[in-house]
């Protein structure tokens, strides 16, 4: 093989990062331990600190951590949530 066919173009390399980069930009992430939670777990809200008021999700491993009650939680859905077929009765 020649060394163009195992190395990648620099365009292939720079598509490839852009991809990563958008994929990482739409993922919610723990406040706390920056981990993205998976799917089927728990995502709690918090109101955030006084400087910037600004509202933290914090992961189920992150939970008890905090002493106050989170104002809301949800369950982390998988990618095509709502967009999946579903099967509708026949008419007779």
Same mark, same amino acid.
């Given at each position: ?19 990563? !980069?958008?994929?990482?930009?739409? @993922?919610? *992430? ?6 993205t &939670?998976?799917?089927? +777990?728990?995502l709690?809200?918090?109101? !955030?600190?006084?400087p910037?008021? @600004?509202e *933290?999700?914090?992961c189920?491993?992150?939970? &008890?951590a905090?002493? +106050? ?24």
């Amino acid at each position: 093989m020649s060394a163009s066919q195992t190395q990648p173009d620099g365009l292939e390399l720079l598509l490839l990062r852009r991809c990563i !980069g958008a994929l990482e930009a739409d @993922r919610s *992430r723990c406040a706390d331990c920056g981990r993205t &939670p998976l799917t089927g +777990e728990e995502l709690h809200l918090y109101p !955030g600190s006084r400087p910037f008021r @600004r509202e *933290r999700l914090v992961c189920e491993l992150c939970r &008890p951590a905090h002493r +106050e009650r989170p104002v809301a939680s949800e369950i982390v859905r998988h990618a095509e949530h709502g967009q999946t077929v579903r099967l509708a009765a026949r008419a007779a």
